[in-house]
C-alpha cells in the first residue's frame, strides 16, 4: 500500500479452512452491518466467543486494550481476551507483519497468517525481463532488500553514493541510492534478502547505509527475509488457506517497457492467479490507477467484481476529502463505471466531532453511493503519543475542518482501538489493512466480524 504522502518463519504452516462462503456472504451481504451490533452491556458489539482455530495474536492487542480508558468498548474487548481467535477476513496484512518482519517477505506472510490475516497483500511490480514480483515500489530495494552492499548494486540505477562531509563534520549531502527490481532479472532478483524498510542517510559505506530502522520497530526477524514472486506469494497464500489482495504498483519505468505495456502489466497480474486455478471471489486486485481498476472491470469481470480502488487523491488542490462536491470523479460516478469496492487512507474516513472520533463526510458519501470500503493502515504510525502523524491527520490537529476546528484526540497507542471501533461500527468498513494483523484480528474476533 501506498505510504500517503510518502513517508524467521521460513517453516510453512497451515491455518485451519475457513468457511469462504459464510465469509463472502458477511463481507458483501452486509449481515455484520453496525445496525445489527451490540455490546455486551447492552450499548454495543457482543463479546460471544468464537470458534476455535490456530490463530496467535501476541500479547500486543492485551497491551493496548489494558492501556485503553475505562468504559463499555475495553470492557468488551477484555472479556473475550481468552477466547480461541480464528483467522477473519477483515484483517488484512499490509504487506505481510512489516512492524517487526522485513516486509513482503515469506517470513512476513507467515507472520500475518499467524495472527490471523484472512487476507494478505502481495504489491506487483516487474523486474527487467517483465517478470512480477512483490515489492511495495518498484524503485524500494536499496532501502528493503541488501542490493547496495552486493555486486548487484553495481547495477542500480544511482548507484549507492556515501554521505560527504565538511572540514567541520557538519553533513554537506546524504548518502543516496535508487535500485530498481526493473534493474535486475528475476534470478538476480531472487538472490537478494529482505531487510526491514530503512536507511541511514549519514552513511558513508553500503554498510551502514542499510540500517536506519525505525527505534520501534525491531531487527530481530531482519536475518532472513526471503523475498518472493507474485506466483510464489499464490502458492504461500493458497497453502496457508488466505485470500490475496495485489496491488498493481505504479510503474517507474516509462511504459511500454521493451514492449510491456499498463495492459500488458494489469492482465499478466490476473492471468496469474488464472494459471494457479485461484478463483476469483479469493482475489482483490488493487490499484491507485482508476484505468487499472476499470480496465479489469472491463477485461476480466470476474476479478474486476472485486477490484479495489485505491483513493489517494487528497493531496490535490481540486480534491478536499471533506466536500464530496470536489470529489471527481464522484462516488456515484465510480459505482457507475462498475467500481465496487474503494480504499482510502483511514484518516480520510474520520474526523473529529465534539472531542470524539466520529465518521468523515467522504465515508457518508462513500456509503451513500453503496460502495464497500476497506482502509489503510493501521499499526504504521509508530507510538500514537505524538499524535501518529500522517495516518491520523484528521484526528490529531494536523488537519482540522476550518469550519469547525477540533483539537487533536489521539494521544495514546490505546486509541488504535478507538479508531478501529468507529471504522468498524459507524463507518462500516470491510476490513483493514495492518502492519500488525493481530490487532485487528483480536477486535474482528471481540465483536463477531
Known amino acids: 500500500m501506498s505510504e500517503g504522502v510518502k513517508g524467521s518463519m521460513a517453516y510453512a504452516v497451515r491455518i485451519p479452512a475457513q468457511l469462504a462462503v459464510s465469509v463472502l456472504f458477511l463481507w458483501f451481504a452486509g449481515v455484520s452491518s453496525p445496525s445489527a451490533w451490540s455490546y455486551q452491556d447492552g450499548t454495543a458489539p457482543s463479546a460471544a466467543a468464537p470458534a476455535t482455530a490456530t490463530v496467535q495474536v501476541g500479547v500486543r492487542p492485551y497491551f493496548l486494550v489494558d492501556a485503553m480508558q475505562e468504559g463499555p468498548l475495553k470492557n468488551t474487548l477484555q472479556a473475550c481476551g481468552e477466547s480461541h481467535f480464528t483467522t477473519t477476513d477483515f484483517s488484512i496484512g499490509h504487506r505481510g507483519a512489516p512492524l517487526q518482519f522485513p516486509e513482503h517477505t515469506r517470513e512476513s506472510y507467515i507472520a500475518a497468517a499467524r495472527m490471523g490475516a484472512g487476507i494478505i497483500e502481495c504489491d506487483v511490480t516487474f523486474t527487467k525481463d517483465k517478470e512480477l514480483v512483490c515489492r511495495h515500489a518498484q524503485c524500494d530495494l536499496h532501502t528493503t532488500t541488501n542490493i547496495v552492499a552486493t555486486e548487484l548494486g553495481r547495477k542500480c540505477r544511482q548507484p549507492f553514493q556515501p554521505a560527504v562531509y565538511k572540514a567541520d563534520g557538519t553533513l554537506a549531502s546524504p548518502a543516496s541510492a535508487m535500485c530498481c527490481a526493473s534493474d535486475i532479472t528475476l534470478a538476480e532478483f531472487k538472490t537478494l534478502q529482505g531487510k526491514m524498510d530503512a536507511s541511514d542517510r549519514t552513511a558513508t559505506t553500503p554498510q551502514q547505509y542499510l540500517a536506519g530502522t525505525a527505534t520501534w520497530r525491531t531487527e530481530l526477524y531482519a536475518r532472513r527475509g526471503t523475498l518472493m514472486t507474485h506466483r510464489e506469494s499464490i502458492a504461500l497464500f493458497n497453502h496457508l488457506n488466505v485470500k490475496m489482495m495485489p496491488e498493481l504498483k505504479a510503474p517507474e519505468v516509462a511504459m511500454p517497457f521493451a514492449g510491456f505495456t ?136 494536523l488537519n482540522q475542518d476550518a469550519s469547525d476546528p477540533q483539537p487533536g484526540v489521539i494521544d495514546s497507542d490505546a486509541d488504535v482501538f478507538t479508531v478501529l471501533d468507529v471504522l468498524a461500527r459507524e463507518v462500516g468498513v470491510k476490513g483493514v489493512f495492518s502492519d500488525w494483523p493481530g490487532t485487528v484480528t483480536y477486535y474482528a474476533n471481540c465483536m463477531n466480524l
Not at 465496487?340 to 472531542?355: C, F, T
Open 262 to 397: 499498463q495492459q500488458d502489466y494489469a492482465r499478466k497480474l490476473i492471468q496469474e492467479y488464472e494459471d494457479a486455478g485461484i478463483p476469483a471471489n479469493r482475489v482483490w486486485p488493487q490499484s491507485f490507477d482508476l484505468n487499472d481498476v476499470l480496465f479489469w472491470v472491463r477485461e476480466t469481470p470476474a476479478f474486476g467484481k472485486q477490484a479495489v480502488f485505491l483513493d489517494e487523491r487528497n493531496p490535490s488542490s481540486q480534491f478536499d476529502h471533506r466536500n464530496p462536491d470536489s470529489y471527481q470523479p464522484g462516488m456515484n460516478d465510480l459505482v457507475d463505471q462498475g467500481v465496487r469496492i474503494i480504499a482510502p487512507p483511514l484518516w480520510m474516513l474520520l474526523d473529529v466531532s465534539e472531542g470524539q472520533v466520529v465518521p468523515s463526510a467522504y465515508a457518508r458519501a462513500a456509503s451513500r453511493a453503496g460502495l464497500d470500503i476497506i482502509t489503510w493502515t493501521l499499526e504504521r504510525s509508530g507510538p500514537l503519543t505524538g499524535g501518529g502523524g500522517y495516518y491520523y491527520q484528521s484526528m490529531n490537529g
